[in-house]
T-cell receptor
Framework: EADIYQTPRYLVIGTGKKITLECSQT?????MYWYQQDPGMELHLIHY???????EKGDLSSESTVSRIRTEHFPLTLESARPSHTSQYLC???????????FGSGTRLTVV | AQKVTQAQTEISVVEKEDVTLDCVYE???????LFWYKQPPSGELVFLIR??????QNEISGRYSWNFQKSTSSFNFTITASQVVDSAVYFC??????????FGDGTTLTVKP
């Protein structure tokens, strides 16, 4: 059973819509991440958080925003979706001691 | 950013062949961790191994083995007697002192029956 959950699994949405991708983990991990990934391709870090009320932008410029009000929850929001946002979004979490990441199943977003 | 390089973009083997996936990394960190992940067609990344930079012992887990050579900054992954279910994209990653992991571009492994 997955310890990190992403919803929705698939999403097709029209240009200009506001969307929130949900990510929750039950492992009590301090660190959480959002990656953008095209299938089989390199992951690009777009946001990360090292704890509650801590968020940072990652290596890849993104028009999305994140929040971390609770340890277990790290939602990602796109205020106005565009076709260029079409991709897979992977949420991950990890312990602070260098433990390996746990990834969610991803949200495959298509903006039409 | 300190790079992780997986030189092989795609590898195709026949079942029961051994296959090695290469990973070379750059680092200025004194302490770091190295990882391998598997991404099957379902999309979920599966954590395979973590190696601390202080621990250069090779590791074997079933048909999987990892060879860490600090002198050459390499962390290669070998699958022995490959199976069709090993078909996936495999990612090598490094995490340094700052905590942000750097991933390689991935190697797509296809194991044919």
């Amino acid at each position: 059973e997955a310890d990190i959950y992403q919803t929705p699994r698939y999403l097709v949405i029209g240009t200009g819509k506001k969307i929130t991708l949900e990510c929750s983990q039950t492992m009590g991990h301090d660190k959480m991440y959002w990656y953008q990934q095209d299938p089989g391709m390199e992951l690009h870090l777009i946001h990360y958080s090292y704890g509650v009320n801590s968020t940072e932008k990652g290596d890849l410029s993104s028009e999305s925003t994140v929040s971390r009000i609770r340890t277990e929850h790290f939602p990602l929001t796109l205020e106005s979706a565009r076709p260029s946002h079409t991709s897979q979004y992977l949420c991950a979490s990890s312990r602070s001691d260098g433990g390996g990441y746990t990834f969610g199943s991803g949200t495959r977003l298509t903006v039409v | 950013a300190q790079k992780v390089t997986q030189a092989q973009t795609e590898i195709s083997v026949v079942e029961k062949e051994d296959v090695t996936l290469d990973c070379v990394y750059e680092t200025r960190d004194t302490t770091y961790y190295l990882f391998w992940y598997k991404q099957p067609p379902s999309g979920e990344l599966v954590f395979l191994i973590r190696r601390n930079s202080f621990d250069e012992q090779n590791e074997i887990s079933g048909r999987y083995s990892w060879n860490f050579q600090k002198s050459t900054s390499s962390f290669n992954f070998t699958i022995t007697a490959s199976q069709v279910v090993d078909s996936a994209v495999y990612f090598c990653a490094k995490r340094g002192n700052a905590g942000k992991s750097t991933f390689g571009d991935g190697t797509t492994l296809t194991v044919k029956p």
